[in-house]
């Protein structure tokens, strides 16, 4: 009843925000590319769960057409969840991977987040304003095969943790996502060239002990730079991350602080 609740205060916040949602989907790509990415589509070979791997692949091609080609005009925002819909079994979903209440189990439609956090990678290297974004408090996994800093990604769950930008600029932008055999891949393309670029990493990447867990923390920041000129302009500080780790955490080895577990008395 709860999540119903809360389905239903999104549903209205929908229909009275004042929002002009993006809905326009073009097969031809805009002429100038900002940002491609790509990832892995099955990330570990664990036998027990592979089968959720591989209905996570299914769920990722059933949602990008929903997505692909999409614009975000001037003055327009981008939601994820209006976007894809619910993943109902009826629409041909099926159980793959979803993180819930601190542990990993199965979902109809799970595997998605994995759209999200291409979405939200590519929108952190463009002036687009992200207007919501949600992350896991937890980190279930160890890292395996990671191209872009921990902490970088967008949870989502129908339709109340969403996530969402706005197009604050006189641009008009364009999504283009795909799969490969083995890749997730995703473009974020403008209708022309952007004055700055963006570079996006991050620092003091670390595992903390505290009494009531160990957490891995970091700084997601980006440095903002002149197109022509290669001048670097200013630098932001995007986010930073604090999740429980629900793995265990070898020791550091000497000479390795950036990956060094540190002993620590805080909370936080």
Not at 16 to 35: A, D, N
Not at 64 to 87: A, H, K, N, W
Not at 105 to 133: D, F, K
Not at 210 to 239: M, Y
Request: aromatic share 10%.
């Amino acid at each position: 009843m709860a999540v119903w609740v809360r389905r239903i205060e999104r549903w209205i916040h929908w229909l009275f925000s004042g929002h002009r949602w993006c809905s326009i989907q073009r097969e031809e790509s805009l002429p100038v590319r900002i940002k491609r990415n790509s990832s892995r589509l099955i990330k570990f070979q664990d036998e027990a769960g592979l089968w959720m791997q591989h209905n996570k692949v299914h769920n990722l091609r059933l949602a990008i057409p929903s997505l692909d080609g999409l614009v975000i005009r001037p003055g327009e925002t981008f939601s994820f969840c209006r976007r894809v819909g619910f993943p109902s079994a009826r629409k041909g979903y099926k159980e793959g991977m979803e993180l819930s209440r601190g542990r990993p189990r199965p979902g109809i439609g799970g595997g998605i987040c994995q759209l999200a956090n291409m979405i939200h990678w590519l929108v952190l290297h463009s002036p687009l304003t992200v207007t919501e974004r949600s992350e896991h408090s937890f980190d279930p996994f160890p890292d395996c095969n990671r191209q872009i800093p921990f902490g970088t990604g967008a949870a989502v769950f129908y339709n109340y943790v969403d996530l969402q930008f706005r197009n604050d600029t006189q641009h008009t932008f364009q999504l283009r996502l795909w799969t490969t055999e083995a890749d997730l891949c995703g473009e974020l393309r403008v209708s022309e060239a952007l004055r700055e670029s963006y570079h996006v990493f991050e620092r003091n990447a670390r595992f903390e002990r505290t009494p009531s867990g160990t957490f891995r923390k970091n700084e997601i920041w980006r440095d903002v730079i002149e197109r022509k000129t290669g001048r670097r302009l200013r630098e932001e500080l995007l986010k930073t991350n604090a999740a429980r780790v629900l793995y265990d955490v070898p020791e550091p080895k000497p000479g390795n602080p950036a990956g060094a577990l540190a002993a620590s008395h805080s909370n936080t």
